[in-house]
């Protein structure tokens, strides 16, 4: 039996044609601050509380939307350090919440109201009880675009990969970024930076035994 071609669709066509695929590329330094202090000015309280716990944290968008106000306070105290369990690997990764993460996510549950038992980051929708990784990342492509940027080059990992990218640029340290992001190999975190072999031999050079 004889499958018809479609008459619009040149024959060997890639499938990724016009598409960009592979990792979404984290945001430079500037870029943080520039989509940072457009939340600030527009005093959008919730964005600008998503926007610093997704930085800090380095979690993925699940872990993320799931967390509820208890994870990262007690009381109406954000801590320093926070622990979550992913729900990819199952395995407990810690971050950091500097402190304008912590003075954005008070401003936040102060004004939203929110118990210790209740989702950080609730849905403005019925059908969700915490906001969906649709939703999410659709506020990304949100913050992205208002600065000018690609909003096809960024996504989700993108708030992921910003920070972690920052501290191996300025430090190096793999097995540090590979603790921060809670990966269980370092060469997953090797591919997850997208480190070039020149990279590799750079850090190989500088180093004398």
Not at 66 to 90: C, E, N, P, Y
Not at 97 to 105: D, H, M
Not at 146 to 172: E, N, V, W
Request: a positive charge.
């Amino acid at each position: 039996m004889q499958t018809k071609l479609n008459a619009t669709q040149p024959l060997n066509t890639p499938w990724n044609k016009d598409k960009i695929i592979g990792q979404k590329r984290p945001l430079k330094l500037q870029e943080v601050w520039a989509i940072r202090i457009r939340l600030q000015l527009a005093q959008q309280i919730r964005e600008l509380a998503l926007f610093n716990l997704a930085i800090d944290s380095k979690l993925r968008g699940c872990d993320l939307v799931g967390l509820h106000v208890s994870d990262i306070a007690h009381g109406h105290t954000v801590m320093h350090r926070a622990i979550v369990l992913q729900q990819k690997t199952q395995r407990p990764v810690q971050f950091e919440i500097t402190e304008q993460t912590r003075e954005a996510l008070t401003a936040w549950i102060t004004h939203a109201k929110l118990k210790d038992d209740q989702f950080l980051f609730p849905s403005r929708k019925h059908a969700s009880p915490h906001l969906s990784i649709r939703q999410y990342a659709r506020v990304v492509e949100r913050w992205v675009i208002s600065i000018g940027l690609d909003p096809s080059a960024y996504g989700t990992h993108t708030m992921r990969r910003t920070k972690a990218t920052l501290i191996y640029k300025r430090t190096k340290n793999l097995r540090a970024v590979q603790l921060l992001l809670g990966h269980t190999k370092l060469e997953s975190t090797v591919r997850y930076l997208g480190i070039e072999v020149d990279d590799a031999l750079e850090m190989a050079e500088q180093t004398e035994v």
